[in-house]
């Protein structure tokens, strides 16, 4: 989880929100009370954020 944190630069609150909202990337159980993501998952999660902002024109030009 600490690296899911580091790498988007959310709190543990937001990141939990998101995953309640549908908005991020989903979780792969690993048991009852432990939950992984996949890296790539999350990468890409945030390339799309890129690419949204990007077509919207509020990239760094």
Not at 2 to 12: D, G, K, N, P, Y
Not at 22 to 32: A, C, D, I, K
């Amino acid at each position: 989880m600490s690296e899911v944190l580091e790498i988007t630069a959310m709190s543990r609150s937001t990141l939990y929100n998101k995953l309640r909202a549908g908005e991020f990337v989903r979780p792969v159980e690993t048991s009852l009370r432990s939950v992984r993501f996949l890296e790539s998952e999350v990468r890409n999660w945030i390339a799309q954020l890129v690419e949204e902002r990007d077509r919207k024109g509020g990239g760094n030009e």
